[in-house]
């Protein structure tokens, strides 16, 4: 069975940091490519970015309002995927969900959620 | 970038069809696929359709989708609907290095 399991959010202040984690299991976490997508309170689903498999060259993506700021990054020995934010805005307030694929999400984390506030 | 739109809301009664559209802005339907999501209230999304018109395993022969080129849009079809199909549901599709999700559609069975 996939399961896909987020921590590492919280109460953060603008311009603040947070890495988030993903703790991945019943699949081949080194051959997935794998994805972010957040939903701010209220709003609709956004994506965030997306790490390809290191065999297919382990770059990565991001949407246009986190470019810069967010970092992914993967350790496949221990089957987790991070998600290094900085710079953060009251904007980037949303529950932070992991998935696997590139292109489409198919399983989805529970996610974890990100408050940006003073 | 190209937008996908769905309508707000749908409603309908238990044991109808009802059908949730999501028209691509720019660009063609058909050029990648297209992606469907489910959420309930409180919970995260799941995926319903992928690659326009396949079932996960355990998702019920009740939902289907399609593209139509000529409106250049995807369809979310549910048949024989139940008070568990009452959610919010996303379809996604995206270019080379970015995905698009559409505004979400909140289906009430009432």
């Known amino acids: 069975e996939v399961q896909l399991v987020e921590s590492g959010g919280g109460l953060v202040k603008p311009g603040g940091s947070l890495r988030l984690s993903c703790a991945a299991s019943?699949?081949?976490?080194?051959?997935?490519?794998l994805s972010w997508v957040r939903q701010a309170p209220g709003k609709g689903l956004e994506w965030v970015g997306r790490i390809k498999s290191k065999t297919d060259g382990g770059t990565t993506d991001y949407a246009a309002p986190v470019k810069g700021r967010f970092t992914m990054s993967r350790d496949d020995s221990k089957s987790t995927l991070y998600l290094q934010m900085s710079s953060l805005k009251t904007e980037d307030t949303a529950v932070y969900y992991c998935?696997?694929?590139?292109?489409?999400?198919?399983?989805w984390g529970q996610g974890t959620l990100v408050t940006v506030s003073s | 970038n190209f937008m996908l739109t769905q309508p707000h809301s749908v409603s309908e009664s238990p044991g109808k069809t009802v059908t949730i559209s999501c028209t691509r802005s720019s660009g063609s339907i058909a050029s990648n696929y297209v992606q469907w999501y489910q959420q309930r209230p409180g919970s995260a999304p799941t995926t319903m359709i992928y690659e326009d018109n396949q079932r996960p395993s355990g998702v019920p022969d009740r939902f289907s989708g399609s593209i139509d080129s000529s409106s250049n849009s995807a369809s979310l079809t549910i048949s024989g609907l139940k008070t568990e199909d009452e959610a919010d549901y996303y379809c996604?599709?995206?270019?080379?290095?970015?995905?698009?999700f559409g505004g979400g559609t909140k289906l009430t069975v009432l």
């Open positions: 019943g699949f081949t976490f080194s051959n997935a490519w």
């Open positions: 998935t696997t694929g590139g292109v489409a999400a198919g399983y």
């Open positions: 996604q599709s995206y270019e080379s290095t970015y995905w698009v």
